[in-house]
C-alpha cells in the first residue's frame, strides 16, 4: 500500500493574487503560481479581480477534472484544515484523507488572491469557503456545482480516484456538503453626537428621532456645499431631542449636550443670515438685503473717499466721481459706455467729462463725445490714475475685484429707483438717496441707533444748503423714499420706507461684528 502511494503524485494547486502595482497609483498586478503564466497589469481594482477570476476558469477549463494518479494537495500542509491541534503527529499521514479526488476552490473574503487545487473530498467540506466544481462548469470562485462520487466516475476515465486508495463501492457516494464560514449577527448601533442609541430606549418616538437625526447629521457631512439654515435646523431639533432624553434618563451629559446643541443653532443661524444678507427687525419679519454688514462698511468707505477727494464740488460732479471710482475702484482702470453717464441725469454729462479730463483725474482715450456714444459691444476703456495701486500693490481699498461690481451694482440700484426717477430727482437728491441708505439702523431709523444723521457729515457729502436740504427731503418723502423725515437745526431724523430695507446698509454697531470673510479682499 505505501509503494502504491509512492508512485502516485501530488495534487496540483494553482494561486491566483492580485497586488498594487505601487502607492499613489491605482493600477493591479495579477499574478498566478504557474511560472509559465505572464504576470498581468490593470488599471482598476475591479478590472484585476476580473482578469483574476477568468485566469483562474482557463486553468479549471484545461485541467479536465482530477488526475488519475493524483493524491490530496493538502498533504503539503500535512492536512491543518481537519486534523485538531492535538493530532500532531498524525498530520502526515496519507489515511487522514477520504473520499474523492476533487477540485476545490478557495477565494479570499477581500478579493486578494483565489486558489484551485485537487485535493480529497474530506478536505474540501472541511477547509471554510472551500467550493467543489467539476471541469465541465468550469466555475469561478462565484458560481460552484456539488460532485459526487458517481457524477466523478462519468467525468474522469476509468473507476473514481480516492486518495486512501479504498476500492469504489458500487453504490453512490455523496461528496460532503463544504462547511459554510459561520457569521455573526448583531444589532448594528445607532449613534448620534458619538453616543450610542439605546435599541430598548423609551419612548420610541423619542428613538425614532434620535435615529433620523443622526442619519441627517452624517449626510450632512457629505455634502458638497453647506447649507447653514439646514444647518441650523438640526441642531434645534437635536436640542428638542436631547433635552427630552435627558428628562428620560435623568443624564446631566445629556442636557449638557442640549444647550450647546442650541448655542451651535444660533450661531448657524446667525451665520447664515450674514452671508446672506438677511437681518432681523425686533418688529418685523427678517429682511434680504443686497449687501453684507462687513460689504456695507466698504460700501461707506468708497463714499467717505469721494467725499473727501471729489476733484470737483458740484452735486453732478461728485455723483460721477462716485459712480466712476466703483467702476474702477480696484485696479484704477474700468469700461464705460455711454449709457453709464447719460442715465445719472446730469445737467451736462459732456461738459462735465471734459472737465474731469481736463483736471486730470479722468484719462479717457478719445474725446468725451466718443464716450457719450460709445455702446456695450464696443464699450471706451477709462483710467482714474489716482486709483491705480502703487508699486506695494496697495490703493486706497481694501476689498477685491470680486467686491467691486457688487458695490457698483448696489449703487446703481439706488440711483436707479422707478419712484425717483418720475419725480425728476437730481444729482443732490441721488447723493442724499446714498447717504441715508448708509447711515441707518438695522430698522432703517436713520443715524446710529436710530437717533438721526449730523447735518455736518451731510454738509460734506452733499454741497446743499439748510433749505435746498429741506427740498431734497421733501422730494425723498414724495417719493416713499422716506417717512417721518424732520430737518432739524443739527440733525436730520426720520424712518426709511420699507420698500428701501433691502437696499440699505445698517450701521456695524447694529448688526454685530463684521465677518472675517466680508473683510478679505475679492
Known amino acids: 500500500m505505501a509503494s502504491e502511494l509512492d508512485e502516485r503524485v501530488l495534487g496540483r494547486r494553482w494561486t491566483v493574487r492580485l497586488d498594487a502595482v505601487g502607492r499613489g497609483s491605482t493600477e493591479v498586478r495579477v499574478s498566478c503560481s504557474r511560472p509559465s503564466c505572464a504576470e498581468q497589469r490593470l488599471p482598476s481594482a475591479a478590472a484585476g479581480r476580473a482578469a483574476a477570476v477568468a485566469h483562474l476558469k482557463a486553468h479549471l477549463r484545461a485541467a479536465a477534472g482530477p488526475r488519475t494518479g493524483a493524491y490530496c494537495a493538502c498533504r503539503i500542509e500535512s492536512c491543518r484544515t481537519h486534523l485538531s491541534p492535538d493530532d500532531r503527529q498524525m498530520r502526515g499521514q496519507p489515511w487522514r484523507c477520504g473520499g474523492a479526488v476533487v477540485l476545490a476552490v478557495v477565494a479570499d473574503r477581500a478579493g486578494r488572491w483565489w486558489q484551485a487545487m485537487e485535493c480529497c473530498a474530506r478536505c474540501a467540506a472541511a477547509t471554510p469557503g472551500a467550493k467543489v466544481v467539476t471541469p465541465a462548469d468550469s466555475p469561478g470562485p462565484a458560481a460552484h456545482t456539488p460532485v459526487t462520487a458517481d457524477r466523478a466516475s462519468a467525468n474522469a476515465a476509468g473507476a473514481p480516484q480516492f486518495s486512501d486508495l479504498s476500492p469504489p463501492t458500487a453504490g453512490p457516494r455523496e461528496v460532503p456538503a463544504p462547511r459554510s464560514t459561520p457569521t455573526r449577527r448583531r444589532q448594528p448601533h445607532r449613534k448620534i453626537a458619538q453616543r450610542v442609541i439605546p435599541h430598548d430606549l423609551r419612548p420610541v418616538v423619542l428613538r425614532d428621532e434620535l435615529v433620523e437625526l443622526g442619519d441627517l447629521f452624517r449626510a450632512y457631512q457629505r455634502r458638497a456645499e453647506p447649507d447653514l439654515a439646514l444647518l441650523a435646523d438640526l441642531h434645534e431639533r437635536k436640542a428638542r431631542a436631547f433635552t427630552t432624553w435627558a428628562d428620560v434618563t435623568a443624564d446631566t451629559g445629556l442636557r449638557l449636550e442640549a444647550r450647546r446643541a442650541e448655542q451651535a443653532a444660533a450661531a448657524a443661524r446667525s451665520q447664515h443670515l450674514h452671508r446672506t444678507g438677511c437681518t432681523v427687525d425686533s418688529d418685523g419679519p427678517a429682511v434680504a438685503r443686497l449687501l453684507t454688514p462687513g460689504q456695507g462698511e466698504h460700501a461707506r468707505s468708497v463714499l467717505a473717499y469721494v467725499a473727501d477727494h471729489s476733484p470737483l464740488p458740484d452735486p453732478d460732479a461728485r455723483l460721477l466721481v462716485l459712480m466712476l471710482t466703483l467702476r474702477t475702484a480696484h485696479a484704477g482702470t474700468g469700461n464705460l459706455v455711454g449709457q453709464d453717464v447719460t442715465s445719472l441725469g446730469l445737467a451736462d454729462p459732456e461738459d462735465l467729462v471734459e472737465r474731469l479730463t481736463g483736471c486730470g483725474w479722468l484719462v479717457i482715450p478719445g474725446t468725451a463725445g466718443d464716450l457719450l456714444a460709445s455702446r456695450p459691444e464696443s464699450p471706451t476703456a477709462v483710467s482714474v490714475p489716482s486709483l491705480v495701486p502703487g508699486e506695494d500693490g496697495g490703493g486706497p481699498f481694501t476689498f477685491g475685484k470680486k ?42 431709523r436713520l443715524g446710529p441707533d436710530g437717533q438721526g444723521i449730523a447735518l455736518s457729515s451731510l454738509a460734506a457729502w452733499i454741497p446743499a444748503d439748510h433749505g435746498e436740504l429741506q427740498r431734497l427731503v421733501e422730494q425723498l418723502t414724495a417719493a416713499d423714499w422716506l417717512t417721518e423725515g424732520t430737518l432739524g437745526d443739527t440733525h436730520l431724523t426720520g424712518q426709511l420706507a420699507e420698500r428701501i430695507l433691502p437696499l440699505t446698509c445698517p450701521l456695524a454697531g447694529q448688526t454685530g461684528p463684521v465677518g472675517p470673510a466680508d473683510d478679505l479682499p475679492g
Do not use: I, M, N
Open 403 to 444: 467686491l467691486r461690481p457688487k458695490l457698483s451694482g448696489w449703487a446703481r440700484r439706488v440711483v436707479s429707483d422707478r419712484k425717483l426717477r418720475k419725480a425728476k430727482a437730481t444729482s443732490g437728491t441721488w447723493l442724499l438717496a446714498l447717504a441715508l441708505a448708509s447711515q441707518c439702523s438695522v430698522s432703517g
